[in-house]
């Protein structure tokens, strides 16, 4: 199957710059935006497309140097929650770039453990949670 035989307008994710449709003026704001160190908040209702925005400048060639951790967080619901998740993402990014860089990334996140859930149907479900509640915000 040839890349022009997928159907562009994804529910979720993000294709490729070539199938990336609309938002000129505000992809090009918001490079500016990010050329110049500024902090942004996009906001707007849900699936409205701004993940896809987000991913989409930052494919752009003149962020190639950035490096990029995506997290959504709709499904957390607390800090230590949040930190596993964002934990997780930085792992399995930097795992390509050698070992080097995941040895220094794996001792400050030795807090983090795996455990095991179920749910009142018997339903199992693997999570990652802070060893120590208390010290979530020194893991972040």
Sequence with gaps: MKLADINPFLIRGYLDKEHFCD????TRELLRLLRNGNDVVLEAPRRIGKSSLI????????L??????????????NLADFVA????????KLKSKGKKA?????????????????DPMGEASLNIQVGDINESRCTL
Excluded: N, P
């Design 64 to 77: 190639k140097d950035y490096k990029i951790f995506y997290v959504d967080i709709y499904s957390t619901s």
């Design 85 to 92: 998740m964002l934990g997780t993402e930085i792992a399995d």
């Design 23 to 26: 938002r000129e003026a505000e």
């Design 55 to 62: 991913h989409h400048c930052f494919a752009q060639a003149e």
């Design 102 to 118: 995941l040895q220094r990334f794996w001792d400050v996140v030795m807090s983090l453990r795996a455990g095991i859930s179920f």
